[in-house]
């Protein structure tokens, strides 16, 4: 008997969409997203994705079980991808990569994995931060917090408190930080500040997981992995959870996975029967289409290549919107640089709720509710009547 069950609330982004769809206005925006659109305003599919797809059918594979770790290939080449090919910690076999359902899987597993194996009670995330990752961490056991981030007039992150709040936390506390392009804010530490960051880590005997889920959308494919390499260079033991769902545009073929860097190639195997352990409990074994189209494009260095190029077009299409955005702002006589401090899709605009309401009801640009823009919903077409409705809202 089920009649004592009350519904889920809605999820507020995908509720919003619905509203979206039914706005007859032709002006209106979805810029609520989280997925990277084209100038044409369409999410695209990659050019590499499919010329992969083309070689996979001509090959005509069956579909059998992958290993629970996922496809061998796929793992060695999305490592190579996160940590680089020449990493030390890579040679060595210190790391060990399996491939999950999309980078939400890789956080479940870490979570998991930390609260099973690793004896981890507490995990903090940022405040704010992506809404999944309260839920996932809590579905798994853990306590959750949150730490100081954002200062509190939005314009940056507030480095003094963000310190002190990880210097406050037990030792074996998981701290979930964004690797790049972090969402929803667009605030990243600068190089120096992630020295100081990791420092704080390894001294306070905390375990990093880093979510990486835009590598190449921030300042480059290189240099936003940034944090993960640093830590893996100091050899700190962490976890990192990674994503194919943007850089690829394979968002539901769900190809994500989850490395875990450990101090010698004997811990890493020991690590990595563990988490077959895990997945053969939780699914078995992951989906072969998404990973097969990724070791595909990755293990062919020309198409490896082209796909570098298609993600460099789309970090400089959100790259130029954000400019856009700016300018646009100091055309109405506001100053947007927001957009041009922050990175990765998405920006906080610092506008209230109540002001998102009114956004999207007097001008039908769609955000969500706690200020959050998806940059890579503009476009040359919108971005000036965006810009104009951002600014008669800022002087409402
Ligand atoms: N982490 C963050 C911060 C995200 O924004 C997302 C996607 N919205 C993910 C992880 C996971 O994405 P996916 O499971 O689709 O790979």
């Given at each position: 008997?089920f009649?004592?069950l009350?519904p889920?609330p809605?999820?507020?982004?995908?509720g919003l969409?619905?509203?979206?769809?039914?706005?007859p206005?032709?002006?209106k925006?979805?810029?609520g997203v989280g997925?990277y659109?084209?100038?044409?305003?369409?999410?695209?599919?990659?050019?590499?994705?499919e010329?992969a797809?083309r070689?996979l059918?001509?090959?005509h594979?069956?579909r059998?079980?992958?290993?629970?770790?996922?496809?061998?290939?796929?793992c060695a080449s999305?490592?190579?991808?996160?940590?680089?090919?020449d990493?030390?910690?890579?040679?060595?076999?210190?790391i060990?990569?399996i491939q999950?359902?999309?980078?939400t899987g890789?956080?479940?597993?870490?979570a998991?994995?930390a609260?099973?194996?690793?004896g981890?009670?507490?995990?903090v995330?940022?405040?704010?931060?992506?809404?999944n990752?309260i839920a996932?961490?809590k579905?798994?056991?853990?306590e959750?917090g949150k730490?100081?981030?954002?200062k509190?007039?939005?314009s940056?992150?507030?480095?003094?408190?963000?310190k002190a709040?990880?210097?406050a936390?037990?030792?074996?506390?998981?701290v979930?930080?964004?690797?790049?392009?972090?969402?929803?804010t667009?605030f990243d530490?600068?190089?120096?500040e992630?020295r100081?960051?990791?420092?704080?880590?390894v001294?306070?005997?905390?375990l990093p997981?880093?979510?990486?889920?835009?590598?190449?959308?921030g300042?480059g494919l290189e240099?936003d992995?940034?944090?993960?390499?640093?830590?893996?260079?100091?050899g700190v033991t962490?976890?990192a959870?990674?994503?194919?769902s943007?850089?690829?545009?394979?968002?539901g073929?769900r190809?994500?996975?989850l490395?875990?860097?450990?101090?010698n190639e004997k811990e890493?195997?020991?690590v990595?029967?563990?988490m077959?352990?895990?997945?053969?409990?939780?699914?078995s074994?992951?989906?072969?289409?998404?990973?097969q189209?990724?070791?595909e494009?990755?293990?062919?260095?020309?198409l490896?290549?082209s796909?570098r190029?298609?993600v460099?077009?789309m970090?400089?299409r959100?790259?130029?919107m954000?400019?856009a955005?700016?300018?646009?702002g100091?055309?109405?006589?506001?100053?947007f640089?927001f957009?041009?401090?922050q990175?990765?899709?998405?920006?906080?605009?610092?506008l209230?709720?109540?002001?998102?309401?009114?956004l999207?009801?007097?001008?039908?640009?769609?955000?969500v509710?706690n200020?959050?823009?998806?940059?890579?919903?503009l476009n040359h077409?919108?971005?000036?009547?965006?810009a104009?409705?951002l600014?008669?809202?800022f002087k409402?």
């Amino acid at each position: 008997d089920f009649a004592a069950l009350a519904p889920m609330p809605d999820d507020p982004i995908l509720g919003l969409v619905e509203l979206f769809k039914k706005d007859p206005r032709e002006t209106k925006v979805n810029l609520g997203v989280g997925v990277y659109l084209n100038e044409a305003g369409f999410l695209p599919l990659m050019e590499c994705v499919e010329e992969a797809e083309r070689r996979l059918l001509e090959r005509h594979l069956p579909r059998g079980y992958m290993p629970m770790s996922g496809m061998p290939q796929y793992c060695a080449s999305v490592q190579k991808l996160v940590f680089g090919k020449d990493h030390a910690a890579v040679k060595a076999g210190r790391i060990s990569t399996i491939q999950t359902l999309g980078g939400t899987g890789a956080l479940q597993l870490a979570a998991a994995f930390a609260h099973q194996f690793l004896g981890v009670n507490q995990g903090v995330v940022s405040d704010p931060t992506w809404g999944n990752h309260i839920a996932i961490l809590k579905a798994d056991g853990l306590e959750v917090g949150k730490y100081a981030y954002l200062k509190a007039d939005r314009s940056g992150i507030d480095f003094e408190a963000f310190k002190a709040a990880l210097n406050a936390l037990p030792a074996k506390t998981l701290v979930l930080l964004h690797g790049c392009c972090h969402n929803p804010t667009g605030f990243d530490f600068s190089h120096d500040e992630w020295r100081e960051v990791v420092k704080i880590l390894v001294e306070r005997d905390l375990l990093p997981l880093i979510d990486m889920a835009y590598q190449g959308f921030g300042a480059g494919l290189e240099e936003d992995a940034f944090a993960i390499r640093l830590l893996a260079d100091e050899g700190v033991t962490f976890l990192a959870a990674t994503s194919c769902s943007k850089n690829f545009g394979l968002y539901g073929e769900r190809v994500g996975a989850l490395h875990i860097v450990c101090d010698n190639e004997k811990e890493a195997q020991v690590v990595t029967s563990i988490m077959k352990r895990i997945v053969r409990q939780e699914y078995s074994n992951p989906p072969t289409h998404g990973g097969q189209i990724v070791a595909e494009v990755l293990g062919d260095p020309e198409l490896q290549a082209s796909w570098r190029k298609e993600v460099e077009g789309m970090r400089s299409r959100i790259v130029g919107m954000r400019e856009a955005l700016y300018a646009a702002g100091k055309a109405e006589g506001l100053d947007f640089s927001f957009a041009v401090k922050q990175h990765g899709m998405f920006s906080f605009t610092g506008l209230s709720a109540e002001e998102m309401d009114l956004l999207r009801e007097k001008y039908g640009v769609y955000g969500v509710r706690n200020g959050r823009i998806c940059i890579a919903g503009l476009n040359h077409r919108n971005v000036e009547y965006v810009a104009k409705s951002l600014a008669a809202v800022f002087k409402a």
